[in-house]
């Protein structure tokens, strides 16, 4: 790969980029894998009603003047309410049956918040957002019980996580003795009325992986960073490439850097550390500008933008 090909990028990837409006602009993600088996199980329309009803949450909080902390919020506790999605209830099960919730936070002026392995919180983003403002932390490991009671977030017991649907998907795909390859998360950027960016990111991880690994979406840099007036970016897909790619970190690298426009940033990134791995996945960014880009080198990734109440949307 030459140098002009670092930052133009050269991979095959499926790129959609929405102006900037000169005012707020949303983003979410459903994840992007597993798409022939979720749409078998119930359609894509459901999946499409989900997305346009995280994004009304969301671009409800950006249209009154919220932040964009709060919009992305929003937008992903919504996914993570709906048992479709790969996040909250509905989640992927590891390969003992368990539930275990990853999720982060991350504002532009550069604070973080993650959990891994959560059981106990009904919204893990609200819960990494907790972390992120009232404990000198940046990422707690099976936040215990009390913990989350103490900040008040609404407790649930583990089993509410699990759906039949996820199940039996553990089930198929243990007796076919494949590996640990389906995936989906969520995830939301912003950029708010005042210029600010954020994103957030929530999953169970992967279907069948073992109990205790941690994948991208906690871990800042990976599955989700944000700095103002450069980028906001929420990763789904195979974690372990996204960790070892530090990608979402990547993408901001490329634009801060050495120049980069945002959607080449993303494809060069994906060429670079993605793809030549043999993996797949995708992102959502919002640039400094309000500029929105979602890419995905998976055959399809569920998504919703917009800079308005009416969302494009994708699956
Ligand atoms: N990136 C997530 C993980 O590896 C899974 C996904 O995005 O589907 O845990």
């Known amino acids: 790969m030459t140098a002009a090909d670092m930052i133009r990028g050269t991979t095959d990837m499926q790129i959609h980029e929405l102006a900037p409006s000169g005012g707020?602009?949303?983003?979410?993600?459903?994840g992007a894998g597993g798409r022939v088996e979720e749409l078998a199980l119930d359609g894509r329309a459901a999946y499409e009603d989900g997305l346009a009803a995280a994004y009304a949450a969301g671009w409800a909080v950006l249209e009154s003047g919220g932040s964009a902390l709060d919009a992305v919020c929003a937008s992903v506790e919504v996914l993570e309410d709906d048992p479709l999605f790969n996040s909250g209830r509905g989640a992927a099960l590891t390969s003992t049956g368990n539930v275990e919730l990853d999720a982060s936070v991350m504002t532009g002026s550069g604070s973080a918040g993650a959990v891994a392995a959560s059981r106990y919180a009904r919204n893990p983003v609200r819960l990494a957002r907790c972390v992120m403002e009232q404990t000198g932390h940046v990422l707690i490991v099976d936040p215990a019980v009390d913990l989350v009671a103490g900040f008040g977030l609404e407790v649930v017991e583990p089993e509410y996580f699990v759906t039949d649907a996820r199940r039996q998907q553990l089930e198929r795909v243990q007796a076919a003795r494949a590996a640990a390859s389906r995936h989906g998360t969520v995830g939301a950027v912003a950029r708010d009325a005042a210029g600010s960016v954020a994103?957030?990111?929530?999953?169970?991880?992967?279907v069948n992986q073992s109990d205790g690994r941690v994948g991208d979406t906690p871990i800042v840099g990976a599955g989700v960073y944000a700095r103002d007036g450069v980028v906001a970016i929420s990763c789904t897909g195979h974690g372990?490439?996204?960790?070892?790619?530090v990608v979402a970190h990547d993408?901001?690298?490329?634009?801060?850097?050495?120049?980069?426009?945002l959607a080449d940033a993303i494809a060069a990134a994906f060429a670079a550390e993605i793809d030549s791995r043999g993996s797949t996945g995708g992102l959502i960014a919002v640039g400094g500008d309000g500029r929105i880009v979602v890419g995905h080198n998976?055959?399809?990734?569920?998504?919703?933008?917009?800079?308005?109440?009416?969302?494009?949307?994708?699956s």
Request: glycine content about 12%; overall charge negative.
């Open 298 to 314: 998976s055959p399809a990734m569920f998504s919703a933008h917009g800079t308005s109440c009416v969302p494009e949307v994708h």
């Open 240 to 245: 372990e490439s996204f960790i070892e790619g």
């Open 199 to 206: 994103a957030a990111t929530s999953t169970g991880g992967m």
């Open 251 to 261: 993408v901001f690298a490329r634009i801060r850097y050495a120049g980069a426009e």
């Open 24 to 30: 707020p602009s949303l983003a979410l993600h459903g």
